[in-house]
């Protein structure tokens, strides 16, 4: 299994930035996969963002294109989310995920981190 901590969530104004960071450890070889998700108040949760453990291929939701960009440090086995152009709607709780050689989803969370746009 792989352990997954995610941190820097906080309160933004709408139009700021934000830099989320992952630190996975543990058995990060049978990791395929890292991706961002987030869940608001009384809402299902739903994908933001992933990219392949050697990060050479990406995906993003509708709504984030353009204005989030997920990477990671290989060395410091860190992912990242760079949130630029925030807005109110982007307030959730961000979650990391990976998802394991020979899975159809994501098996490891983390604990999330709040992500909270005023207007």
């Known amino acids: 299994q792989v352990e997954l901590v995610e941190s820097g969530g906080g309160l933004i104004q709408a139009g700021g930035s934000r830099r989320l960071s992952c630190v996975a450890s543990?058995?990060?070889?049978?990791?395929?996969?890292l991706g961002w998700f987030r869940q608001a108040p009384g809402k299902e949760r739903e994908f933001v963002a992933a990219l392949t453990w050697i990060g050479r291929t990406t995906k993003y939701a509708d709504s984030v294109k353009g204005r989030f960009t997920i990477s990671k440090d290989n060395a410091k086995n860190t992912l990242y989310l760079q949130m630029n152009d925030l807005r109110p709607e982007d307030t959730a709780v961000y979650y990391c995920?990976?998802?394991?050689?020979?899975?159809?989803?994501?098996?490891?969370w983390g604990q999330g981190t709040q992500v909270t746009v005023s207007s």
């Open positions: 543990g058995r990060t070889f049978r990791v395929q996969g």
């Open positions: 995920a990976a998802k394991y050689v020979g899975a159809d989803t994501f098996g490891s």
